[in-house]
């Protein structure tokens, strides 16, 4: 962190490489599991691992009626896509990927977004749009979720505590448009601590009640 600037420097060095016997194993973990209601895959895969496992796991997930839930990039989200996912969570940049596209303009993202729900390829998709929040699109409803103000002291990790806040509501009953809230609630309250520090549930509880109050997108725009 320069202090005078206020910019971050990160530095993302590549994970340890898995050979074919490695990955495998991984695979075969997940196929084990019992009882379970969603599987996330989330972020770049290490060295070695080929682009179509986020697309095997999701033949997985749905031989055990589990809904598989996607934060990635490049041709591993292309192919998990392909596959078949329940949510969806790309940013700009990577529905532009998926469009073909290398720029999209914010009015363009729900028909891209309802067109690849319309297809089949997923049910929900929660665009990610950094401080501006996240368009929820669904077939039913599209919907701008806009969080409080507040004062960002790092990004790290708020796009991992959106999606941890999206599955943990709908694992105990909400509905994705509270669950999306609550997922931009995490996100948002994950930026206000330093470094790679992540949400406090306190302030988490506090943007999501600012959040649902009635009339507040109007008074935030």
Known sequence: MDESSNNQYRFGMPGAGLNETEYNLCLKAVEELDDVSFIIASGSLPPGVPSNVYA???????????????????????????????????????????????????SETEEIAKHIIESGKC???????????????????????????????????????????????????KTIHEAAQYGVACGTAAT??????????????????EIKEPGFLKKSK
């Open 56 to 106: 095997r796991i999701s033949k997985i997930a749905r031989a055990k009626k589990a809904k598989f839930i996607v934060d990635t990039s490049g041709d591993s989200l292309k192919q998990a896509i392909e596959e078949g996912v329940y949510l969806l969570k790309p940013n700009l940049g990577e529905l532009s990927y998926l469009a073909g596209k290398k720029y999209l303009q914010f």
């Open 123 to 173: 049910e929900v998709m929660v665009i990610s749009m950094g401080a501006e929040g996240a368009l929820l699109v669904t077939n039913e409803m599209t919907e701008m979720i806009v969080p409080p103000g507040v004062i960002r002291k790092s990004t790290v990790g708020a796009g991992d505590s959106m999606v941890a806040g999206i599955v943990y509501y709908l694992s105990i009953g």
């Open 192 to 209: 206000m601590n330093p470094g790679t520090e992540l949400c406090r549930k306190v302030d988490v509880e506090k943007l999501y009640l």
